[in-house]
């Protein structure tokens, strides 16, 4: 997005270099084929923009080397030498008993909590200093959105994490491994290619990833995590296995690397995407300009040239048939607002096109009197990582639905009679053709919207995830994505000059970032106040941001603890005449004063950041006022008091 805004804005000059890190990704079906559409991009501006490729598992480097009209330059060397043995016994804890840090690779995420919770009980206990910091790492993770994993609260104490959670988890993890805290960290294969944690001592269980082996690429993946310069004198690579399995172990260790192909070839259709982009920013806008932009691929390199010609025709004429593009009185081609909308919102061709009909649909008929319309429609349309539906929980949930949401269900194709079926047989939707696939994707989409209304409903993430039996850390992904989908949707109606369902969804997207209702919109505005903490403050009578912005930091640290015991499920959000002074003793006593500080600490980031947003909200009052004419309003303001349900407030008075 970033390039294509140059390109329009003609500011691509101010761009000297573009550096591509994991170029053996270049093939992935998901990330690949956009570092191969950014780099051929590049390479038909004809600017001197410098690119630098750079890999560790890339074995064909002369034929991107040729693509992107570089030099190359290969390299054996690793600074740190890395020993590599193999062996059938766990060395995390010898590892982490010297001081330094181990990686332990297992081959599914139930594997990886497992294994945190036995290496856990092996491990030395630490010294007076370690533990205190390993306790604000619980601190930090009891604070977040999610709450604190129970697996975790067993294990960081005794130096271990595992790696298949929520954002928030993995940052506060990934800091406390990398400055030495927590020594030990289990972690699916993904880990490797996707986070820098550099390790004394890299042990892999095996050499599946769920019941598929592990390429080489991703073994050397893993491997290359041990040892760093800087970091450690030397890096080991252990492969705990059985004997039944040496024979296949050795073959992944002695097979070489695959070859690094284009992300446009015909089974990826990378190349529709590529055209319809360069097409819509007119970087192309006839017949040669298109040839010479395909010249510029790594596809024409690894293709026969007369067989990619036809090819390219072929597709052409489908963007066209698909409404995507025109040939205008001149025969130079021109992007519709339908290809303008797809791209301006990062869909491939084919999704703009199912959105497209889905939303002149919901213009003639929107469900307007709820809200799970848009909650289907802000859930992606491939959503990937969630795992099979559990079609027995889908039918509790339709069940639930109320008119409105019966309605939304029908609208989009889904009947409760079929979901029905489907949970008495157990079985999962067949997906063998482009019918199945699409009648798959609803029922997913549908599924995932429940999910998706739930947080809006401001219900903590471990409730959600033991709801639907699904991992924290994919409710969470969910809802990133949902949110980063939920911006090109409203950035597809913008394009498409449909400013009335625009301003809906708008709506329901500032909903779907505050992870709450309506009513909390504006407390939500202020860091750390998002969901159950902004529901919590409003139960307490703190509803504006001039109430949170009056209040003194110290009120708020009992209100801070509710919201951690509400979203373990252990209390409402409204604090009682009996609990106001008993919360002293459980901050005292049960807390620590470790983590009083801290959240005092975090109570005066929230008075000031609403102090702020309330003298901005004040200054635009004025300003309208002004322009109108009309009075200020009163300076008097009534504040209910903080401890709302019973008037009682901290030091045990009561109103």
Not at 374 to 403: A, Q
Not at 425 to 437: I, K, Y
Not at 542 to 557: G, M, N
């Amino acid at each position: 997005m970033l390039v294509n805004t140059a390109i329009e804005q003609c500011t691509i000059d101010d761009l000297g270099i573009v550096i591509l890190d994991e170029l053996h990704m270049i093939d992935d079906d998901h990330r690949g084929y956009l570092m191969e559409i950014l780099a051929t991009k590049i390479l038909s501006l004809e600017r001197s923009v410098q690119i630098v490729g750079m890999s560790a598992t890339l074995p064909n480097t002369q034929l991107l080397a040729e693509w992107l009209d570089a030099k190359y330059y290969e390299s054996k060397f690793k600074p740190i030498a890395v020993d590599e043995y193999l062996v059938f016994v766990a060395l995390a804890v010898e590892t982490a008993s010297e001081g330094y840090g181990a990686l332990v690779f297992c081959g599914s995420r139930q594997a990886c909590q497992k294994t945190a919770l036995l290496v856990s009980q092996a491990m030395p206990d630490g010294d007076k200093d370690v533990l205190e910091k390993r306790q604000d790492v619980i601190h930090d993770l009891r604070s977040t959105f999610v709450g604190l994993d129970e697996a975790l609260e067993k294990t960081v104490p005794r130096g271990v994490a595992f790696h298949r959670l929520a954002a928030e988890e993995r940052d506060i993890l990934a800091r406390a491994y990398d400055d030495r805290i927590i020594r030990v960290i289990v972690a699916t294969c993904s880990l490797a290619a996707g986070i820098n944690l550099p390790a004394r001592r890299v042990i892999l269980q095996g050499v599946r990833m769920g019941a598929e082996p592990i390429g080489p690429a991703m073994l050397r993946q893993m491997r290359g995590r041990a040892g760093r310069k800087g970091k450690d004198e030397v890096g080991e690579s252990f492969l705990c296995c059985q004997s039944n399995e040496l024979d296949e172990v050795m073959q992944v260790i002695n097979a070489d690397l695959p070859q690094v192909e284009s992300s446009m070839k015909r089974e990826k259709r990378g190349i529709k995407r590529a055209l319809l982009e360069v097409l819509t920013i007119r970087l192309a806008t006839y017949e040669g300009a298109v040839d010479e932009y395909i010249r510029r691929t790594l596809l024409h390199h690894s293709m026969d040239k007369d067989e990619l010609s036809s090819w390219v025709e072929t597709i052409m004429k489908e963007l066209q048939s698909a409404g995507h593009i025109r040939i205008d009185a001149t025969g130079s081609y021109e992007a519709t607002p339908l290809a303008r909308a797809t791209v301006g919102s990062c869909m491939t061709p084919e999704d703009g096109v199912f959105v497209h009909d889905e939303l002149q649909r919901a213009l003639r008929a929107f469900v307007m009197d709820g809200e799970m319309h848009v909650f289907y429609m802000f859930t992606p349309i491939n959503i990937w990582g969630i795992g099979d539906i559990n079609w027995r929980i889908f039918r509790g949930e339709v069940d639930r639905l109320d008119e409105s949401g019966m309605r939304v269900l029908e609208f989009v194709g889904i009947s409760p009679a079929f979901v029905n079926r489907m949970a008495n047989s157990g079985r999962q939707l067949p997906e063998d053709d482009e019918e199945q696939r699409r009648v798959a994707r609803v029922h997913r989409r549908f599924y995932a919207a429940f999910q998706l209304r739930d947080l809006c409903h401001e219900v903590p993430i471990p409730t959600i995830a033991r709801k639907y039996e699904v991992a924290r850390g994919l409710v969470q992904t969910l809802a990133q994505t949902c949110e980063g989908f939920a911006a090109g949707m409203i950035s597809f109606c913008d394009i498409m000059g449909w400013g009335m369902l625009k301003s809906v969804l708008e709506h329901m997207s500032d909903r779907l970032k505050a992870g709450a209702r309506a009513d909390l919109l504006d407390l939500a505005r202020i860091p750390f106040v998002k969901s159950r903490t902004a529901r919590v403050f409003w139960e307490n009578g703190l509803r504006t941001l001039r109430a949170v912005a009056e209040v003194e930091a110290k009120d708020l640290v009992p209100l801070l603890l509710l919201v951690i015991d509400s979203i373990h499920g252990k209390q409402t959000g409204q604090l009682s005449s009996d609990q106001a002074q008993p919360r002293r003793y459980n901050v005292e006593k049960a807390e620590g004063e470790r983590y009083q500080t801290k959240l005092l600490l975090k109570s005066e980031v929230i008075v000031e950041a609403a102090n702020r947003l309330w003298g901005e909200h004040a200054r635009l009052d004025g300003r309208c006022n002004a322009l109108t004419g009309s009075q200020p309003k009163s300076n008097k303001w009534t504040l209910r008091p903080i401890y709302e349900s019973r008037s009682v407030f901290p030091d045990g008075t009561q109103a």
